[in-house]
């Protein structure tokens, strides 16, 4: 049995900077939280998003104990250097690291006054995986485009994450809503490769924090062809798009545990874990586990949360059982 799992392990930097805990106290803690609840969650390999700094990625491992591996993308956007990665103690291989939108994809305003961009944010990461008894898993680590909104800094150059007027929020949620949209067709685009048709045949996850809940159109974007998604009709029918589709195991998590976030004391799913044809009758549940057994509630002001411990997503995995 081969558990993988998804984790937005929260501006992971070590002490100090512009975005990591203020002192090594503080880190120590954080860092010993995620160790913690990766180690509670059972998981052989686990993709991570919002890693800053890979040797605090290499932190974690350490507090792991036994020989586990890490990489990060190579993508990311210098003003807040954050990426996705893999934590594993099995055996892998990157297979591609993509950033730039597909060919006929047109470039995405994403500020009032700075030039389009033709690219994801923050890349997406595939590595294949050799699980124990010699199969490949493909897995995808993204993180698309947050939903928390922040606008031109003020006075003093300090960042501002509330608007001068509803004009002014308006635009930079159409911005930021743009960009997510053209990041999903993005990762459509690598799964379509990766899968490249054979999808009752290939195991393939795509995972990461996708910003969105399982009914928005960009997750819906990464499913692929409509038809038999799970909790509907046709979910036992086979069909021509099974080769290609991707299917969300949101279903499968127990209702109790169906968030992974909470805003504004909202419980919320914006992260995902999708999985190919191949990979349907070897997970039969999915389930989040929270650091510290709760959450907290987040505002639209990240820098509240600066050298908090551990992190404000919940870890999200499936055990794959053996055929």
């Known amino acids: 049995m ?5 984790w937005n392990v929260e501006n992971l930097f070590r002490p100090g900077g512009d975005f990591g805990p203020a002192d090594q106290p503080s880190y120590d803690e954080k860092i ?6 990766i180690t509670r969650a059972g998981v052989d390999v686990l993709a991570v998003q919002e890693v800053g700094d890979p040797d605090a990625l290499a932190d974690v491992a350490g507090l792991l104990g036994g020989d586990w591996r890490t990489v990060t993308s190579a993508h990311f956007e210098p003003d807040h250097p954050i990426r996705v990665g893999f934590l594993s103690r099995l055996p892998f291989e990157v297979v591609d690291d993509v950033t730039e939108f597909p060919e006929l994809l047109a470039v995405v305003q994403t500020a009032d006054a700075r030039p389009p961009v033709h690219q994801m944010g923050r890349g997406a990461l595939a590595v294949r995986v050799e699980e124990a008894s010699g199969r490949s898993l493909v897995m995808v680590a993204c ?17 501002r994450f509330n608007p001068r007027d509803e004009g002014e929020r308006a635009r930079v949620a159409a911005y930021a809503l743009n960009r997510r949209t053209a990041e999903a067709v993005t990762v459509r685009a690598l799964a379509d490769r ?6 009752t045949e290939r195991q393939v996850m795509v995972v990461g924090d996708l910003n969105d809940e399982p009914r928005a159109a960009t997750t819906q974007i990464l499913l692929g062809p409509p038809g038999s998604e ?4 046709g979910a036992d029918v086979p069909d021509k798009g099974d ?10 998590i127990p209702d109790a545990e169906r968030f992974s976030r909470v805003y ?21 549940l999915a389930h989040t586990i929270h650091p510290a057994g709760t959450l907290p509630s987040v505002t639209d002001d990240p820098t509240v949360r600066r050298g908090k411990p551990a992190s404000d997503h919940a870890l999200l995995y499936t055990s794959l059982l053996e055929d």
């Open 2 to 6: 081969t558990s993988a799992g998804t």
């Open 32 to 37: 010993r939280g995620i160790a913690e609840t």
């Open 143 to 159: 993180h698309l485009k947050s939903k928390l909104l922040s606008f031109p800094p003020g006075p003093g150059g300090r960042p």
């Open 194 to 199: 990766l899968l490249d048709g054979a999808g």
């Open 230 to 233: 799970l909790d509907t009709r």
């Open 243 to 252: 080769a290609m589709r991707l299917w969300n195991l949101a279903p499968r």
């Open 264 to 284: 504004h004391g909202k419980p919320e799913l914006i992260d995902h874990l999708l999985v190919s044809h191949a990979l349907l009758r070897r997970a039969p």
